[in-house]
Every structure is written in C-alpha cells, then in structure tokens.
C-alpha cells in the first residue's frame, strides 16, 4: 500500500510544480508563499480548533488532529523552518529557470536521502534498487549539459544553487520525516507544520514592509495559488501515510516521489513551451527507467 501511495503522490506533485511555475510567472514570491502557507493552514484549522477548544468534534475521523504535547510541537516546528526554507529557495529557483531544468534536479534529491537512510536508518537496498538509484545519478550530469545549451551554468548560476539548496533542504526534511512519522500521527505534523509555517511567513513579511520596497516584483492573483496549496496538502498527505507503514522506506518513497518531474517535463513542453526538449527527454527517460527499477526492486 505504502507504494501506492508513494505514486500517487508523485503525481499530484508534477501538477503542484506546474501549479508553482504559472504562479510565480512575474509575480512577488513572498506573497505567493504567505498565500500558499495560508491555503494550506486553513484546510486543517477547524480540526485544529477543535483540539484546542477539547470539543473534538472530529474524534473516529480521519480529519482528527490530536492536540500533542509541547515536545511534539517543537518537533514539528522544527520541520517547518526546514520546510519553509526549502520552499523559498525552491520558489524563486522555479520563477527563474525552465520547469524541465528544476524538474530533473529536484529529482536527484532522493540520491541526498539515500545516503543518510543508509548513515541514520540503516536501510539496506538491494540490486535492483541500486541500478535504479544509479540512473539517478547520471541524469543529473546528462542535465548539467541540456542545461548549457540554454545558457545555464550550473557551476556559477544564483537560481542553479537555490533549486539545489532547497533539494538539500528537502532531503533532510524527507529524513526528518521518517523520524516524525514513527512518533507521531500523520495529520498532526501535516496540520500543525503547515500552521507554523504561516506564522513564520506572516513574521518575513511583517519584517520585510513589501509596500515600501518599489523594487519587488508586484503581486497578482491567479487562481493557481490555490492550487498550488491543494494539490501539495493531497501529495503530502499521502507520503505522510506511506511513511506511517513499518515496511516503508525512506530512500524508496523519496525516489518515487521524484518521478513528479513526468508530469512536469510534459507540462513544460505543452504549456510553457520550453526549449532544447530533445536533449532533456534522455535525461527524463532515465527517471523513468530508474522508477521502474525502484518499483519492482521494492515489490
């Protein structure tokens, strides 16, 4: 079951970064960030109410959130300055590059889990989920040079090192995931992160005085904002039940979770009508490959 849901989160994650992209098309990040953490928090907020008022008027459903202890909240805190920085960097990375470049990047992120699965939770792969880890690996450098063709250095490119600072950022945040989901109910760290994470926006912007800086990208409203929160809520909420499963592993649903950039990749071709696709095709076949290694590796 735990793959299961593993692919279906994949999937509503290529539609959450097509979701972005649109989104931020010359439009201020902060504010699209503040609006996505706020979307998201309100999707939980009865629940959470509910639990700080003891009414629980959702207790046998699915939609309980359990009020915790303040050591679970600080736990969950912590996830969501990790996520919260994730996200900044991932979002003006994706504002300022091709969607089938950020796409293929990010899904190298599970190759930065993979070691610390192996160093923190001893998980153990076995062959077939080796090759397909390796396939990773070498998109990644296939990537590097489909990226020079349109410019792109990876070496010396500002918006190159924040998609890869929020890929670093991500995957310890997957790993701190498997921590929290061993600990703690799923939609308790879902719920009160996606809170905390408002709050830290609403400080950014407090201190940041957006109406005073002429020089900021102005903010507009698309109705991919709202998307971008419930499209990420549903992929999130599955991975977070993969990861409730004792059989699951880290390294496995984290890689799964990359194959969004199928969805991705083709949106980027049909809708923002990226170039030099030829080359990045090869590059996302061997994701492709490399899933379905993982797949029957993990069966």
């Not at 994949?10 to 010359?26: E, H, I």
């Not at 109910?185 to 009160?192: E, R, S, T």
Request: aromatic share 12%; charged share 10%.
């Amino acid at each position: 079951m735990w793959l299961i849901l593993a692919f279906l989160s994949a999937l509503l994650l290529g539609f959450y970064d097509v979701a972005k992209k649109q989104a931020l098309r010359d439009n201020s990040v902060p504010a699209v960030l503040l609006l996505n953490t706020l979307f998201s928090s309100l999707m939980f907020l009865p629940a959470i109410v509910s639990a700080l008022c003891g009414g629980g008027w959702f207790d046998g459903t699915a939609y309980s959130i359990p009020l915790g202890t303040a050591h679970d909240h600080m736990l969950v805190a912590l996830k969501a300055v990790i996520v919260l920085s994730s996200w900044a960097f991932g979002y003006y990375g994706i504002k300022n590059l091709p969607i089938t470049i950020v796409g293929p990047i990010n899904a190298t992120r599970p190759v930065m889990v993979l070691v610390g699965a192996l160093a923190v939770f001893g998980e153990r792969l076995n062959g077939m989920q080796w090759t397909g880890v390796a396939l990773a690996v070498v998109s990644l450098f296939m990537l590097s040079r489909a990226g020079r063709r349109e410019g792109i250095d990876f070496r010396h490119n500002i918006w190159i090192v924040c998609v890869a600072a929020a890929a670093l950022l991500g995957a310890a945040s997957g790993l701190y995931d498997r921590y929290l989901m061993q600990r703690l109910p799923p939609l308790f760290v879902q719920g009160w992160y996606n809170l905390y994470q408002l709050g830290i926006m609403l400080l950014v912007m407090a201190a940041m005085r957006l109406p005073r800086h002429r020089s900021s990208t102005r903010f507009h409203w698309s109705w991919a904002i709202p998307m971008i929160s419930i499209l990420l809520t549903a992929a999130d909420m599955a991975y977070f039940v993969a990861l409730s499963d004792a059989d699951a592993m880290i390294s496995v649903v984290s890689m799964i979770r990359r194959g969004s950039v199928v969805v991705s990749f083709a949106c980027g071709a049909l809708l923002f009508r990226e170039r030099n696709l030829r080359a990045k095709a090869l590059d996302l076949a061997l994701i492709i490959i490399g899933m379905v290694f993982l797949y029957f590796g993990s069966r």
